[in-house]
Nanobody, 123 residues
Framework: QVKLVESGGGLVQAGGSLRLSCAAS????????MGWFRQAPGKERESVAA????????EYADSVKGRFTVSRDNAKNTAYLQMNSVKPEDTAVYYC????????????????WGQGTQVTVSS
């Protein structure tokens, strides 16, 4: 059984940085695209960033381009989301997920989901 566990969330001031991690267990996810999603209170879940299995292709939501960077270390079966210049509107629960292809992941068609980690940005 595949399990994804996010970590690294917390409280950060606007303009600061945070790095989220998503550790996978149960099987290697080298062939899976990985994605990061977020859901703020009262809002729908949205795709934030995604990365292909080999790491050569990435996709970002317009709202985070130039500020967030998605990466992965397949040797550690772990994906990351580096969040820089964070804004109060980045406050949300962040989820990682894995799917068969980056196009599927960015549309939320994922096979595995983590439980989420809270990110709160204070102004």
């Amino acid at each position: 059984q595949v399990k994804l566990v996010e970590s690294g969330g917390g409280l950060v001031q606007a303009g600061g940085s945070l790095r989220l991690s998503c550790a996978a267990s149960g099987r290697s996810l080298t062939s899976y695209a990985m994605g990061w999603f977020r859901q703020a209170p009262g809002k729908e879940r949205e795709s934030v960033a995604a990365i292909s299995g080999g790491g050569g292709r990435t996709e970002y939501a317009d709202s985070v381009k130039g500020r967030f960077t998605v990466s992965r270390d397949n040797a550690k079966n772990t994906a990351y989301l580096q969040m820089n210049s964070v804004k109060p509107e980045d406050t949300a629960v962040y989820y990682c997920a894995a799917g068969g292809a980056i196009a599927l992941v960015t549309n939320g068609a994922c096979d595995y989901w983590g439980q989420g980690t809270q990110v709160t940005v204070s102004s």
